[in-house]
């Protein structure tokens, strides 16, 4: 079993940026996508970016478009995403997860059900 491990996470005042990095086991033939999911209190994980492993396909959400960029290093076996000119709506706890779903991304990120393995999240605030 593939396990992911983030980091990065911490306080940034408005207008500034973060790193998280999730860093996998491995990464596995069978892993068809990374994604980076937000959950905040009282709701459900959202998703917030995703990247195939193979092809160069990525998602954003709406509220992110613009703003983050994900990216991967395969040799590392980490996927990075590049949380920049941060608002406190962007505050959270950040996951991780891989999916082997071959779906289309905008369709495969907008939910959690086909990614399998999770990370134990990275608290991200947002605050002057």
């Known amino acids: 079993q593939v396990q992911l491990v983030e980091s990065g996470g911490g306080l940034a005042q408005p207008g500034g940026s973060l790193r998280l990095s999730c860093v996998a086991s491995r990464f596995t033939k069978d892993i068809y996508a990374i994604g980076w999911f937000r959950q905040v209190p009282g709701k459900d994980r959202e998703g917030v970016s995703c990247t195939t492993l193979i092809e160069n396909a990525t998602y954003y959400a709406d509220s992110v478009t613009g703003r983050f960029t994900i990216s991967r290093d395969n040799a590392k076996n980490t996927v990075y995403l590049q949380m920049d000119n941060l608002s406190p709506e962007d505050s959270g706890v950040y996951y991780c997860?891989?999916?082997?779903?071959?779906?289309?991304?905008?369709?495969?990120?907008?939910?959690?059900?086909?990614?399998?393995?999770w990370g134990q999240g990275t608290q991200v605030t947002v605050s002057s």
């Open positions: 997860a891989a999916s082997d779903a071959g779906l289309v991304l905008h369709r495969l990120c907008v939910s959690t059900r086909r990614f399998g393995v």
